[in-house]
């Protein structure tokens, strides 16, 4: 089946600096990657859509400028958290899909620890 | 927002009994609907999934019901086994075109040996 990878697993870093999560999709071509972020005991939610060599489009009450997304080849997402703080702490998960309606795959999330 | 989570309802079963999570979407007009398993520390895993054009699909172990008129989803798993254990979620596909998920608030199930 699909399969999407997301690096690295775990990030334990200091307040202000800069982090940069990536997504692959590894046999198939994602023309459109999702970021989104969970909470302890809480749902997926959606920060972003990002389409290949376009601009992602951002959720409501998501900063652009603090979670800067780019896209630029149908096999690789990337998502960086500008200055990092401790209220940027969570697990930050990517998902891929190909043309179309189909089901969307998602990697193994990243553990962001902001100290 | 669309995704409200605030705690996780949990689903007790004995190994080997089956197990029925339920699930209320949102939109009608939602045509895709698809239940994801989550293991702890892992990103969620697609199950099944169904559209809106039928009421019942069946996979390995694992049955979906659709009952539109209601806004039900259903994730029926025969057997459960202890590796069952996880966060379910159905999700929808939002109508925009967009194909974002709109994910439910999820369902812990825990299975006892």
């Known amino acids: 089946g699909a399969v999407v990878s997301q690096h690295p697993s775990r990030v334990i870093c200091k307040s202000g600096t800069s982090v940069k999560i990536e997504c692959r999709s590894l046999?198939?071509?994602?023309?459109?990657m999702f970021w989104y972020r969970q909470f302890p005991k809480q749902s997926l939610m959606l920060m972003a859509t990002?389409?290949?060599?376009?601009?992602?489009?951002?959720e409501q009450g998501v900063e652009k400028d603090k979670f800067l997304i780019n896209h630029a080849s149908l096999t690789l997402s990337t998502l960086t958290v500008t200055s990092a703080h401790p209220e940027d702490s969570s697990f930050y998960i990517c998902?891929?899909?190909?043309?179309?309606?189909?089901?969307?795959?998602f990697g193994d999330g990243t553990r962001l620890s902001i100290l | 927002g669309e995704n409200v989570g605030l705690h996780l309802p949990t689903l007790s079963v004995q190994e080997g009994d089956n197990s029925i999570i339920n699930c209320a979407y949102s939109?009608?007009?939602?045509?895709?609907f698809i239940w994801y398993k989550q293991e702890s520390g892992k990103g969620p895993q697609f199950i099944i999934d169904?559209?809106?054009?039928?009421d019942k699909r069946q996979g390995q172990r694992v049955t979906v019901l659709l009952n539109k008129t209601v806004k039900h989803l259903s994730l029926q798993i025969a057997a459960t086994q202890p590796g069952d254990s996880a966060v379910y979620f159905c999700?929808?596909?939002?109508?925009?075109?967009?194909?974002?998920?709109?994910f439910g608030s999820g369902t812990r199930l825990l299975v006892r040996p």
């Open positions: 999700a929808e596909i939002g109508m925009d075109s967009s194909y974002k998920l709109i």
């Open positions: 169904i559209r809106s054009n039928m």
């Open positions: 939109n009608s007009a939602s045509d895709y």
């Open positions: 046999d198939f071509q994602a023309t459109t």
């Open positions: 990002s389409n290949e060599g376009s601009k992602a489009t951002y």
């Open positions: 998902s891929a899909t190909g043309q179309g309606n189909q089901p969307q795959h």
